[in-house]
Structure formats: structure tokens, C-alpha cells
Nanobody, 127 residues
Framework: QVRLVESGGGSVQAGGSLRLSCAAS????????MGWFRQAPGKEREGVAS????????YYADSVKGRFTISQDNTKNTVYLQMNSLKPEDTAMYYC????????????????????WGQGTQVTVSS
């Protein structure tokens, strides 16, 4: 079992920045991909960003490319999501996810690909 605890959400005006953090209770022997999803009211859960703990090119949703950056600190079992130039449409509950995938050639991007989910942290962007 892996427990994920997110932090860093909050309210910000459009154009502002937030940095989300997610600490995993287990080390990287139990997962090799970490990522973030989000879900706005009335909308489906959307993959925002994900990356391999061993490096390589992360995945970003088109809607956040150039504005969001995912990073990891494997010594702290922590993944971050730096969110810049925030827009009202970024308002959502953000979830941290991890999975151990042996046959993935790129970061998984579907909700069902991930085994463990955090409780979520709310991000609200006002215009």
C-alpha cells in the first residue's frame, strides 16, 4: 500500500502561481510513475502531468503545456506540480497518483492506469 498526501492547493487570481506537493509513504521500489490528475465539477477526471521516476520526458495535457511543470525528489518520495499563469479553467480538485508499470514505454495518462490516489487538494483560480 502507498499513501499519498497532497498539499499546496488554495485560491489564487488568474495569472498567479501555485506549487502542489505530494509525499508518498513508500519508496520508489513500489512505484515508478508519478503524476497528477484533476477533476472539475461536472467534468471527467483529466490527466494533467506524469513522469517516470527514472527520468525521461514527462507527459503534459495540452491544456497545461508551457504553464505547468512536474518534478520529483526521489530522496523525499515527493512529486511536485508547479503551476504558473493559472487560468479560471484550471479550477479543480487535483489528485496525486502513482503506479508501478513494467511495460510502459511512456507515462500512463488514463485514470485506470494508476493504482494509488491521494485525497486531493483544491485549486481555485478567480478571474
Amino acid at each position: 500500500q502507498v499513501r499519498l498526501v497532497e498539499s499546496g492547493g488554495g485560491s489564487v487570481q488568474a495569472g498567479g502561481s501555485l506549487r502542489l506537493s505530494c509525499a508518498a509513504s513508500a519508496n520508489t521500489y513500489t512505484y515508478n510513475y508519478m503524476g497528477w490528475f484533476r477533476q472539475a465539477p461536472g467534468k471527467e477526471r483529466e490527466g494533467v502531468a506524469s513522469s517516470y521516476t527514472g527520468g525521461g520526458s514527462p507527459y503534459y495535457a495540452d491544456s497545461v503545456k508551457g504553464r505547468f511543470t512536474i518534478s520529483q525528489d526521489n530522496t523525499k518520495n515527493t512529486v511536485y506540480l508547479q503551476m504558473n499563469s493559472l487560468k479560471p479553467e484550471d479550477t479543480a480538485m487535483y489528485y496525486c497518483v502513482v503506479v508501478f508499470c513494467l511495460d510502459c514505454s511512456s507515462p500512463p495518462i488514463r485514470p485506470r492506469d494508476y493504482s494509488y490516489w491521494g485525497q486531493g487538494t483544491q485549486v481555485t483560480v478567480s478571474s
